[in-house]
């Protein structure tokens, strides 16, 4: 059964400081992992998609690695801001249809990035 | 275009009566996932809807069903609901089977 662990569970940074959010997964056997953002109270907002056979994805400000055979991913935050707080949830989606599709969660990390 | 929208945003409902929620997927997507969300046990799923079939169950109580409509709407049904039924209930859609997923805003769900 797949477990994804995310470290550090709360982290809080002064505004401008570039950051790193992890992920693990116990199953390397995954066909995509997905990096969404949680404002309190709201749904899942999708950052980025790195598919298997990728290693890294980049959007604006963030970029996502992935590294299959150590079982991580990282999120980079460069330059944060107040406005990135929230909760980063990471998850991995199975390869094999033995057990469907569903993604698998991490329990997240709270960001709060303070003025 | 238009996201997933989830119906109601809200619901208190009483312990034992039972309670309906609505997904409305991305025009175009014919998968449905449902996702439970609680504070000590994160996301968990629940099921997954492709061209009205049921593909996949979570580890939930039989109480917990769901149904996936032509135009690929889903609905979820919990009957005789319990206290630890409290939860952000949350509807993905994708376009394919292994495609990004795209969350809703979810429906609060509060049993007194």
């Known amino acids: 059964k797949q477990e994804v662990t995310q470290i550090p569970a709360a982290l809080s940074v002064p505004e401008g400081e570039n950051l790193v959010l992890n992920c693990s997964f116990t199953d390397s056997a995954i066909y995509n992992l997905q990096w969404f953002r949680q404002d309190p109270g709201k749904g899942l907002t999708s950052l980025l998609l790195?598919?298997?056979?990728?290693r890294e994805q980049t959007s604006g400000r963030l970029n996502a690695s992935l590294d299959k055979s150590s079982g991580r991913s990282t999120l980079y935050i460069a330059a944060s801001q107040p406005g990135d707080s929230a909760t980063y949830l990471c998850?991995?989606?199975?390869?094999?249809?033995?057990?469907?599709?569903?993604?698998?969660f991490g329990k997240g990390t709270s960001l709060l990035v303070t003025p | 275009k238009a996201g997933v929208t989830q119906t109601p945003r809200y619901l208190i409902k009483t312990r034992g009566q039972q309670v309906t929620l609505s997904c409305s997927p991305i025009s175009g997507h014919r998968s449905v996932s449902w996702y439970q969300q609680t504070p000590g046990q994160g996301l968990q799923f629940l099921f997954e809807y492709f061209s009205e079939t049921q593909r996949n169950k979570g580890n939930f109580p039989g109480r917990f069903s769901g149904r996936q409509f032509s135009n690929s709407r889903s609905e979820m049904n919990v009957s005789t609901l319990e206290l630890g039924d409290s939860a952000l209930y949350l509807c993905?859609?994708?376009?394919?089977?292994?495609?990004?997923?795209?969350f809703g805003q979810g429906t609060r769900l509060t049993v007194v």
């Open positions: 998850a991995a989606q199975p390869l094999y249809s033995n057990s469907g599709y569903a993604l698998n």
């Open positions: 993905a859609s994708s376009r394919g089977e292994v495609t990004e997923a795209f």
């Open positions: 790195i598919q298997s056979s990728q």
